[in-house]
């Protein structure tokens, strides 16, 4: 894996109540990202960060923020969780450059929103 | 716009017999191209990418896939599946329109792999 780790693996949370996933990097990255992973849709971009306080919306962002303080923490904020949001979130880290077209993948956050 | 095609959901093989999984992709731009595999309760993995270099390109554990422009393809095979090939796949485009590479996922094949 490629030094990335999500927090926390798993979490039950009830409708309505916020509830922020964190995603850490020790590869020094520029950009990082919040995907969603849903049977029969693949994985959808939520957010993406392209710098410190950088952040731009993906195909999916209704209902969700991220913030981007530092280079290696990248936090996905669901402010007033629904039940359609429980999902598996993955983050993934991208550099520049040559080979800056990959993405590296974390191990994925499974939430459950009764 | 980018998108892609995976044209299976579902593949079965027995073990030793040739892999074959299906994609086909849609772009506006000379794209970047990847399949990624993801076993059970885990993360995605890169298995090989395409960056407009040579059009066969090979992968891990003994995959590979070839870009063909002209069909749109890139569809992944391998010689001789093993057990552990059992998993999700899934083909996926990059987006370099915008500052960062934002990639666009197939809905996945799910191999299995029959002893």
């Known amino acids: 894996d490629a030094g990335i780790t999500q927090s926390p693996r798993h979490k039950v949370t009830e409708t309505g109540t916020p509830v922020t996933l964190r995603c850490h990097q020790t590869e020094n990255h520029r950009y990082m990202y919040w995907y969603r992973q849903d049977p029969g849709h693949g994985l959808r971009l939520i957010h993406y960060s392209y710098g410190v306080k950088d952040t731009d919306k993906g195909e999916v962002s209704d209902g969700y923020s991220v913030s981007r303080s530092k280079t290696e923490d990248f936090l996905l904020t669901l402010e007033s969780a629904t039940s359609s949001q429980t999902s598996v979130y993955f983050c993934?880290?991208?550099?520049?450059?040559?080979?800056?077209?990959?993405?590296?993948f974390g191990p994925g956050t499974r939430l459950l929103v009764l | 716009a980018q998108s892609v095609t995976q044209l299976d959901s579902h593949v079965s093989v027995s073990e030793g017999t040739p892999v074959l999984l299906r994609c086909n992709y849609s772009s506006s731009y000379s794209p970047s191209l990847f399949w990624y595999v993801q076993h059970p309760n885990k993360g995605l993995q890169l298995l090989l990418k395409y960056t407009s270099a040579a059009t066969l390109v090979k992968g891990i554990n003994g995959f590979e896939a070839e870009f063909k422009k002209s069909e749109t393809s890139f569809h992944l095979t391998k010689p001789s599946a093993h057990m552990s090939d059992a998993a999700e796949y899934f083909c996926?485009?990059?987006?370099?329109?915008?500052?960062?590479?934002?990639?666009?996922f197939g809905t996945g094949t799910r191999l299995t792999v029959i002893p």
């Open positions: 993934a880290i991208s550099g520049t450059g040559i080979g800056g077209e990959t993405q590296y």
């Open positions: 996926v485009v990059s987006d370099r329109t915008a500052g960062a590479n934002n990639l666009f």
